[in-house]
């Protein structure tokens, strides 16, 4: 590379940028820089560490909407305030709860969008992982550990 040492400088500036704003695209973390909570991908929702604040309602906010998706009778406004009621139970703080309904909203409008043209979504293996993970929320246990069959 040839130039004096001030263009060195700026192209070694420009190179740092570079790997940061890639190395924050890479692990997802440019989202949330931006302020937007929660998961966009159905990869993302499955995952996100457990010990996430935001594990839990990424996980119920995907899995409610893969099952609308797939035509699971159920009522997702009665799932999204049960939800959120158990969270505000647990203790968490007014800030807390806001971004706990805000990455629910977010990823439930995310996956909607990702998945609602996709005609062959709904297969045997990914009903049945809908089905337990649903289940399992709906009598108001709310681990993050949902599953993603293909």
Known sequence: MRGTGSHRSAYAALAAVALLAAALLGCGTSDRVRGKEGASTEIEARNVAPQDLLARPVQVAWTSARAVKCGFVFNPDQLRANFLASEAQAGNTPEQMQKIEQAYDYTLDSINRS????????????????????????????????????
């Open 115 to 150: 998945i609602r043209d996709d005609l062959n979504y709904c297969n045997k293996e990914r009903t049945a992982a809908i089905r337990k993970d649903l289940n399992r929320y709906l009598a108001g246990d709310y681990t993050p550990s949902a599953r993603m069959a293909q």
